[in-house]
């Protein structure tokens, strides 16, 4: 493997950011790690005249993502269609461990190319940008009652920034600092809140179903009357936030590494 092009293509953050003017937008969640990718495609006469992404992943399928979305550039529909992850590997080797991922960054750009084909993906009118959040916020000072299904926000400072009620469902909200926050009956089903800071935030009666809270700091956390379900992922020194939630369905995923 080569270290040194995996630091550097995770420090440059190759192809990561968000397109505003895209043609289609589409998602795709790693069962195996549960990881969320996104998937920005721009195409002009069946042409891919631009391709970037963003994820909740790790270095390797960010890498992974980084290729193919590399590789699509410039290519017909066709030829998108027919890339394989030899072809990702062609470009970086990955260790045997890793293998799932291009197999994984693959899977994600045939599920955008279905989804601009069929004419699906996330609609126009729910492609809400960081930066609207923020303008948002600024004109109420919350953001209690909004539609913010799919957003993608990283690396801000939302501390005591009232959310409740809010649809944040499949929403990108890893790394943020959400401290004392408050999330009292919002929709974070299918949420990515990794690596955030949640202390002493309020999830009372929120909907946690397949939320991923691997990484994230839960201390003083209220969870009361939460729901949560076998996608929902925490750490196993987290789990006695289940005690005060409400199960939907059977079991919990309890993240392994």
Known sequence: MDFKRYKEINDERLNYREMEDATVVSTYRNVGCGDGYRIFLKID?????????????????????AMVT????????????????ED???QFEFPERRKGYPESAI??????????????????EQRITANAVLKILKEKGN?????FSNVILEGKDFSGIDFSYTNLSHAFLQNNNFENANFENANLRGAFLNSSNLKNANFKSADLRWVKL????LEGANFEGALYDVGTRVDPNNLHIF?????VGKGVYVESE
Request: proline share 1%; charged share 25%; aromatic share 4%.
């Open 45 to 65: 006469n069946d042409l891919i005249t631009d391709a970037s992404y963003t994820t909740t992943g790790c270095g390797f399928g960010m890498v992974a993502l």
């Open 70 to 85: 590399e590789l699509a550039k410039n290519k017909s529909i066709e030829e998108a269609i027919n890339l394989s992850k």
């Open 88 to 90: 990702i590997e062609k």
């Open 107 to 124: 899977a994600a750009l045939q599920k955008a190319l279905s989804d601009f084909k069929n004419n699906s993906g996330i609609p126009k």
């Open 143 to 147: 953001l209690t009652h909004e539609n």
């Open 214 to 217: 691997t990484g994230a700091k």
């Open 243 to 247: 005690d005060s939630m409400q199960k």
